[in-house]
């Protein structure tokens, strides 16, 4: 589902809108599959969180939002502290629900389920592992995002935490891409992040799987 002029945002008023995925977690570095299944971060994860809070503080956030899920609740704090800013948690932003898979290796889930996983790589519409549609969490997550935008001043600036699968399919949504082509955006690394920004046809991807501070675009499409 195309994301309306009107739902994008009003022309003029600039602001951006920060998707950051929360830090490293053991299941990460196992390639398990988490979905909503709640692990911590590890160390290593809360000093990439703190690292990049470090960054994207220079940015001015205005809001913050997070997945109410630990891993990246906590991220979310770690820039809390350094703004100031409360961070509003909703479950709405959860990573996708994955039944089944939850738990399995990435190495498992091909051996146990390859015919799944080969049709959900080929954009088909797969309940992976008995769990939610790519669509369905951009059905929950994605308005989230759009209503917490509207609320910013002109120019101003949300974080979103959340997890990889979800800010993904938020990106696609609020891009207005179609549903079969959000696998090319490509994952996030640990704690990097993709900007969107407010322009007169509504969000432009500005940055993606960033772990720098944005930089202007100086040239003809700017």
């Known amino acids: 589902m195309a994301v309306s002029f009107s739902e994008a945002g009003r022309p003029g008023r600039g602001r951006r809108v920060i998707l950051w995925r929360h830090g490293q977690t053991s299941w990460n570095v196992e390639r398990r599959f988490q979905g909503t299944t709640d692990v911590e971060l590890t160390e290593a994860g809360l000093a990439q969180a703190r690292r990049a809070a470090r960054l994207l503080v220079a940015l001015k956030p205005d809001t913050i939002v997070a997945s109410d899920l630990k891993r990246a609740a906590n991220t979310a704090a770690e820039l809390a502290t ?5 961070v509003t948690h909703d479950e709405a932003l959860r990573e996708t629900y994955a039944g089944v898979w939850q738990g399995l290796t990435h190495e498992e ?17 797969v309940r992976r592992g008995g769990g939610e549609l790519e669509t369905e969490v951009a059905d929950r997550a994605a308005p989230v995002v759009l209503r917490s935008a509207e609320k910013l001043p002109e120019g101003g600036t949300l974080v979103v935490v959340s997890h990889g699968g979800t ?3 938020t990106i696609g949504r609020l ?18 992040w993709s900007v969107l920004g407010e322009g007169a046809r509504g969000w432009r991807l500005l940055e993606h799987n960033a772990g720098t501070l944005p930089e202007p675009v100086l040239g003809d499409d700017d």
């Open 167 to 169: 800010i993904r399919t």
């Open 175 to 192: 891009l207005g891409l179609d549903p079969r082509d959000w696998e090319s955006l490509g994952g996030l690394s640990n704690c990097c």
């Open 82 to 86: 350094l703004t100031g800013l409360d």
């Open 109 to 125: 889930i091909i051996s146990r389920y390859g015919d799944e996983y080969a049709a959900w790589k080929r954009g088909e519409p």
